[in-house]
């Protein structure tokens, strides 16, 4: 009997004690989020109706991915398909006057490397007309952001290209455009 009473003091004893408490924290190890399919932005076209050194024109602005451009990428790894805009001027008959094709390669030359790497063409879109010059704002963007360097593209009524950067806030209603202009070939 004295047996049965020692074992089952040392059963008491053995469930009495304090079990050892650990100060360790057992987290799971976060997964970085895997990079999806590249990502494309919408097809984009705009078509306004202008006057311009006293005649009637349609100005034709088309974004569309370009597969064939080089992708870029965040800093996730995601991929970004680039953008090629074709902008036509189309006279009132319905003959074209100016055509021109431009990816980020015609306005490299006002690029810094960062954008030059991981920037795509973000648009062109129509502005106004000035003297002989048709004047369309453009930018160069970090993929879905709001990063982007403004860029402005003038037609002259020869058919002229010029490209600056655009150091106008829209707000002050000046023109202050830097002088740093490059020459596009017809083909960007």
Known sequence: MIRIMMAAALIMLAGC?????????????????????????????????????GKNYQVEVMRTPDDSLRMVKDETGQKFVDNRVQLRIIRSDGSVFFKRSFTKAAFENLLDDDYRRTGILEGLVYDRVEGNNVIFAASVCHPQTDEYIPLVVTVSNFGDVGIKLDTQLDTNGGNNMENKEVEPDDEV
């Open 17 to 53: 004690s304090e079990k050892k408490k650990h100060d360790d924290i057992i987290a799971t190890k976060p997964e970085a989020p895997k990079p999806k399919a590249p990502v494309k932005m919408q097809d984009y076209r705009q078509a306004t109706d202008i006057k311009w050194l």
